[in-house]
């Protein structure tokens, strides 16, 4: 079964293979998907985090402080090029919240007994069983793709100036990082995979080994000279199966 | 090898509270304890405060740690290794990246990942062919 909803501001892709897999758990996670977006955007003034960037919740529920959690221990590991609490900006935690709460919802399926997914959420994947292939886009040419990975049980995620520009900022300067076009991070799980790839891409070229230090991370980049950096043991796909063209 | 960074990681995390809190708690020997090894130095520069604190030296499993963190006001602004061990595993812990041209390829796959976030985006990508493939 396949659905695919627009959710969070990013189009939700889920592939289930698992015969008669039933649909509640697939609403259940869509759910689960809006209601992180009610509770933790900060494009909603109602949403908790606001709330908090205003000063006006006193003790942060025990999901909003694994969030904050996280993007403390990315900031100190990054020495402060990740952020989420910038001078004269909204506390923006995003680029963890999004990881954080599609990885939740992908055990949602699991512990519903899925055992084969695929759930691709705004370019980011989480592949349980498998093996699947997935491609990573190239970063100037939205039809194209860099390379093919074969993973099982793996999460990908890519952070990239192509779509949103210079969106992500390094903390350190404060100004846009732009010395790597995309990062792509391969992990357990998706909280990792995401944080990751958004932090190395705020370090700019030394991020790449950055997060390929990281145990369990593999990275492939693509920095601003159009050079492809990766790991040793990325899991890119055999050539026999890639027709380059 | 690759354990040794998170070691480092709580080590600064953990120096930083105890410098962060020493001064307003500084009462005499209670805290002498728990001081950093040196000194603060601050400089200001254009309306900032740079604070570089040295943290003490703590025993690690590989060998003695000592970080240094500069503060630019109340954040953290950098944080550098004065002492590391030297152990042949600390240096091997440095990954090796392998570099490699730029390619452009099409190949038959299961799902994209890149950042596909506006819906005009999602549109002309390719995740959007794969799922309308079904």
Redesign the interface.
């Known amino acids: 079964m ?1 659905r ?1 909803e ?1 959710v969070m ?3 939700v ?1 889920v ?1 289930i293979d698992d015969e008669d897999f039933p649909g509640t758990p697939v609403d259940d996670l869509f759910a689960w998907l809006r209601e992180v977006d009610a509770r933790f955007s900060p494009f909603r003034p109602d949403s908790e985090v606001s709330r908090l960037d205003r000063g006006e919740v006193r003790a942060p529920s025990q999901g909003l402080r694994e969030v904050l959690d996280l993007c403390e221990e990315y ?3 990054t ?2 090029a990740f ?1 989420v609490r910038l001078p004269g900006r909204r506390l923006d935690p995003c680029a963890v919240v999004k990881g954080w709460s599609v990885q939740k919802g992908a055990d949602l399926l699991s512990a519903a007994g899925a055992t084969r997914f ?1 759930l ?1 959420a ?4 989480i ?1 349980s069983g498998g093996p ?17 990975l074969d993973v099982t049980d793996r999460a ?5 100036r ?3 520009g210079d969106h992500i900022l390094d903390g ?1 300067s404060g100004r846009p990082a732009t010395g790597l076009l ?1 990062m ?1 991070v391969v992990a357990p799980t998706l909280t990792e995979a995401d944080a990751v790839a958004t932090a190395a891409f705020a370090l700019g070229r030394e991020g ?2 950055w997060a ?4 369990n991370c593999e ?1 492939f980049a ?1 920095d601003a000279d ?7 043991g990325f899991p890119a ?1 055999g050539a026999g ?5 | 090898m ?2 040794a ?2 070691v480092l ?1 709580l080590s ?2 953990g120096l ?1 509270p105890l410098w962060r809190y020493a001064p307003s708690h500084d009462t005499g020997s209670a805290s002498a304890a728990t001081a950093p090894a040196s000194t603060p130095s601050v400089s200001s520069s254009g309306g900032t405060t740079s604070t570089v604190v040295s943290g003490s030296t703590v025993d690690t499993e590989k060998g003695p740690v000592q970080v240094e963190v500069t503060f630019d006001g109340d ?5 550098r290794m004065l002492r590391q061990p030297d152990h042949p595993q600390t240096t091997a ?27 005009d ?2 549109k ?5 062919a ?2 309308a493939r ?1």
């Open positions: 396949g695919v627009h501001g990013f189009p892709s592939r900031r100190i590991a020495g402060g952020d695929c691709n705004g370019g980011d994947v592949a699947w292939r997935v491609g990573v886009r190239h970063p100037e040419h939205a039809d194209r793709l860099c390379t093919v990908v995620a890519t952070s990239a192509y779509e949103r350190r995309s792509t790449a080994g390929a230090a990281r145990e990275v693509v159009r050079r492809v950096l990766r790991s040793a796909a199966g890639v027709a380059a063209a | 690759k354990r960074l998170p990681v600064v995390a930083i954040r953290i602004a950098s944080v812990a440095v990954p090796r990246l392998i570099e490699e041209t730029l390619q452009a390829q099409s190949a038959d796959i299961d799902t994209v990942s890149g950042a596909t976030v506006t819906s985006g999602y002309e990508s390719l995740q959007a794969i799922d079904g």
